[in-house]
């Protein structure tokens, strides 16, 4: 009779997974408890005696690390081994060899798409929501407090299934398609889209460069002279190119992280010393207007 795990143990063990991946993280061997926790349900299931049971659960509890949500469809792949190794097809070293191979590929496909671009993603859309909803702001937070988790959930227990029904050679192939290639290229462009405009609706700076002249004004009954504005550098650079300023802001923010390793602690300090600075002098008489 071929051994197969039912539907009641494949949720078991993708909710072991799901909810407590990380509740047994350490330096030995990082996710390994938790990925031997997930995997208990199935080994119980699989093998009736005591020392095939050992066995299994030996070879899921060393060293493995990933991304948990996209590192969900290692749990599906290894189930659907174990499944093969317990009806007499394939090794146990396969198995162990599979996960330590999926480790690079899940961590970093996980981190990219899923760490890197649809959470930042869905904060910026809630933060959007909270700002736009002056009387309401907390409908922002509520929105991320149930799409990240139940989107979550969903995510990862697909990615479990396509893992168990498709196999290694399935992801194998899918990742050779060049499909995931493209979705992580969409994604990231998408990604790009939502950053500009939260860059050009939340990140202000403006260049107080006012240059006034003396001019007669009709109020109304009679010519007055005032000092009317005659060049203003923001007004100028947003007719050429609009929110020029905070882009070149967050670019030198982005350059000062990336590229010259600077932390976020410092980065924050140069702009409270500029603010600072800059708020300062434009306290002083005549700086920012010349007359």
Known sequence: ???????????????????????????????????????????????????????????HITLFNTESQVGSVVNGICIGMEEQLANGTGTAEMISE???????????????????????????ICIAVATSLTSAPWVGAVVYMIVYPVGTYFLSWYLFRLGYKAGLE??????????LDKLMSTATILGLIVVGGLTANFVTCTLNIDIKAMQEVFNGTEYVEQLVSVFNLDTLLNNVFPKIVPLALTLVVYRLYTKK?????????LILVLAAVLTAIGYIPNVGAFA
């Open 1 to 59: 009779m071929t051994k197969q795990v039912s539907k009641k143990t494949l949720r078991k063990s993708f909710n072991n997974w799901f909810f407590w991946n990380g509740c047994s993280q350490q330096a030995e061997s990082m996710l390994g408890m938790a990925f031997g926790q997930a995997m208990a349900p199935v080994v119980e299931e699989l093998y009736e005696t005591k020392e095939d049971r050992a066995k299994a659960l030996q070879r």
């Open 98 to 124: 599979t996960k330590v191979a999926l480790i690079g590929p899940t961590s970093a496909i996980g981190d990219s798409l899923w760490v890197a671009t649809i959470i930042p993603l869905l904060l910026t």
């Open 170 to 179: 399935g992801i194998s192939r899918f990742m050779a398609s060049g499909k």
């Open 261 to 269: 390793r600077w932390s976020p602690i410092a980065i924050m300090g």
